[in-house]
Structures are given as structure tokens and as C-alpha cells.
């Protein structure tokens, strides 16, 4: 397998984007993260053109499982264009983002003026916070709408019990444009209102009341993850003394 031009040990099973990545060739991405198996590839800035034979295509690198007898360029003339296309109309979608920005910049591209964002909204439809909800909790946001008033929110905009308010979404944001509130020992994020929990003995934030005891029993201690830790130390210490 070669990687322009540069002959890269092939591992079976990887993508294109990991392999990339492990021979220090930088290709861009927003969508993609190694935590999910599915792999949206929406954003399509890791296009590259991968030639297998006689024939060339374009592919998706996040999503494009290597061969050993592909040759892959992700510098050609044409790959340039595309990601220049690309990142000008993901920055009219969330202008001024400064990780897009930093992404021109890598890219040598410039913002072009003749593309406004219609849609209004801060969000580059990268599917991330959608497959981390899918993945870590229980699918609480999907797209809905078309076109310029495509959007991330909850069914209908409106509160959810799906939603534990543990906020994954805007952890795993690329863009950073999803935001939760927290005020007064409440968060708000999703059109919701949840009781944040602090831990019982060091009084740090732990989670949302909701998303705590999703994943607990009733009567659990509420400890954050440090002193959730000493107390399972202290437990089978005893078990130990009981045991002799």
C-alpha cells in the first residue's frame, strides 16, 4: 500500500484515515471518531483519490477500509478543490467556528464571501453527538427537517425522558456549538431542566440526577469517580478482614 507515493505497512481492517494518520499524513475530519463502529462520513473533508489497478476513485477515508495494492494520493489537484469547496460551505454554516478556521488554515483556504448561511444555524450536521447519544445512552436526538432548516434537537423540539442530560453531545462536538447551562444546581441542555448531583464526599459536580441513577441502583453512594474509588478500596479491605 502506498500513501502518496510513500510505501505504508498495511493493516487489515484499518481505514484509510487511520492509516494516514499512523504515517504522519495529515488528512482533515470533523465526523469522525474511533469510539463508533459506523461511520457516517458526512462532512467528506477526508476525500481522497485511491487508485486500485486502472481504476481511480474518490473515497472517503474515515470510512474505507485499506488493501494492500491500493495506491492512495490525498494531495492531487483535484482533492485540494474539493476540500477547498467543502470547508468554505462548512464555514458558512458556523462562521467564525475556530476550529474550522483552524482547519482553513491548515487547508490554505479562505472563507468565500459569496456564500452566506441560510440556514442560520451554528451546526455543521457532522452526526457526532447523534451517534455518542446512540452509543453511550439511548438515542435522545436525531436530524429532522431538509435542506437549509436541517437540524439536531429532541422529536419535535420538545423535552424528552430519553434525555438524561448528561451532555456526551457536547463533549463530542468537533465545533463545540452544542451548549448545556448549568445555574443553581440545574442543567439545562435539550429543552430540559435536570438536578445536577455533587458528590457526597468532596462535593464535586458529578452528572444529572437522571443520568446517575440510569446507571445505578437506587440507594447508591453518590461519589464521583476519585472517591468512588477509595470507597470500593475500603470495602474490599473489609471483605479481606471478613474473610480471615
Not at 102 to 112: F, N, Q, R, S, T
Not at 145 to 172: F, H, Q, W
Amino acid at each position: 500500500m502506498k500513501i502518496n507515493g510513500k510505501a505504508v505497512p498495511w493493516l487489515f481492517g484499518e481505514s484509510i484515515l487511520d492509516a494516514a494518520n499512523r504515517a504522519g499524513v495529515f488528512i482533515p475530519s470533523l465526523c469522525c471518531d474511533s469510539t463508533f463502529l459506523n461511520k457516517d462520513s458526512c462532512c467528506r473533508l477526508c476525500i481522497v483519490q485511491v487508485k486500485m489497478g486502472d481504476k481511480v476513485s474518490l473515497m472517503p477515508a474515515c470510512a474505507t477500509e485499506t488493501e494492500a495494492e491500493m495506491e492512495i494520493n490525498t494531495d492531487s489537484e483535484s482533492i485540494h478543490r474539493i476540500r477547498k469547496m467543502l470547508l468554505q460551505l462548512i464555514y458558512a454554516e458556523a462562521p467564525e467556528n475556530p476550529t474550522i478556521m483552524e482547519l482553513m488554515k491548515k487547508c490554505g483556504v479562505k472563507p468565500d464571501t459569496r456564500i452566506s448561511n441560510k440556514g442560520g444555524r451554528d451546526c455543521v450536521l457532522c452526526r457526532r453527538c447523534i451517534n455518542a447519544c446512540h452509543y453511550w445512552v439511548k438515542g435522545a436526538i436525531e436530524s429532522m427537517g431538509r435542506g437549509v432548516t436541517k437540524r439536531i434537537d429532541t422529536p419535535y423540539g420538545k423535552p424528552t425522558e430519553d434525555c438524561l442530560g448528561c451532555a456526551s453531545c457536547e463533549l463530542i462536538c468537533p465545533i463545540h456549538s452544542i451548549k448545556s447551562e448549568d445555574y443553581n444546581g440545574k442543567r439545562k441542555i435539550w429543552n430540559n431542566e435536570f438536578e445536577l448531583l455533587y458528590c457526597e464526599e468532596c462535593g464535586a459536580l458529578i452528572t444529572t440526577k437522571e443520568n446517575f441513577f440510569d446507571g445505578n441502583y437506587d440507594d447508591a453512594p453518590i461519589l464521583c469517580h476519585t472517591c468512588s474509588e477509595e470507597y470500593r478500596k475500603g470495602h474490599r479491605k473489609n471483605e479481606e478482614l471478613y474473610c480471615y
